[in-house]
């Protein structure tokens, strides 16, 4: 079982930056391909990044690519998303999920492969 807690969304204006954490509990989080999705009113949750067990490997949807930058100590049983060059469109629900999955570009976009979930915190980027 692993337990997630989000962190640092809240109101930024266009351009800005914010990080997002997420704390895990168990002590298998190690184990874990660790994904960011978001949501917003009225759309689908759709996947934002994700990060295999050991780092070395991140995948990115293309919407944020090259603006935000996912990241995780596993000391700390944390992952953080680093969100730069933010955009009204950015606006949502963040989520931290966690998967068995090794990784892969097209595994872990699916939300039907995380079976763990954070209660969301909320992002909004003004205009």
């Known amino acids: 079982q692993v337990q997630l807690v989000e962190s640092g969304g809240g109101l930024v204006q266009a351009g800005g930056s914010l990080r997002l954490s997420c704390a895990a509990s168990g002590r298998t989080f190690s184990r874990y391909t660790m994904g960011w999705f978001r949501q917003a009113p009225g759309k689908e949750r759709e996947f934002v990044a994700a990060?295999?067990?050991?780092?070395?490997?991140?995948y990115y949807a293309d919407s944020v690519k090259g603006r935000f930058t996912i990241s995780r100590d596993n000391a700390k049983n944390t992952v953080y998303l680093q969100m730069n060059s933010l955009k009204p469109e950015d606006t949502a629900v963040y989520y931290c999920?966690?998967?068995?999955?090794?990784?892969?570009?097209?595994?872990?976009?699916?939300?039907?492969?995380?079976?763990?979930w954070g209660q969301g915190t909320q992002v909004t980027v003004s205009s």
């Open positions: 999920a966690a998967t068995g999955i090794a990784g892969g570009t097209i595994a872990t976009k699916l939300r039907s492969n995380y079976d763990y």
């Open positions: 990060i295999a067990w050991s780092g070395s490997m991140t």
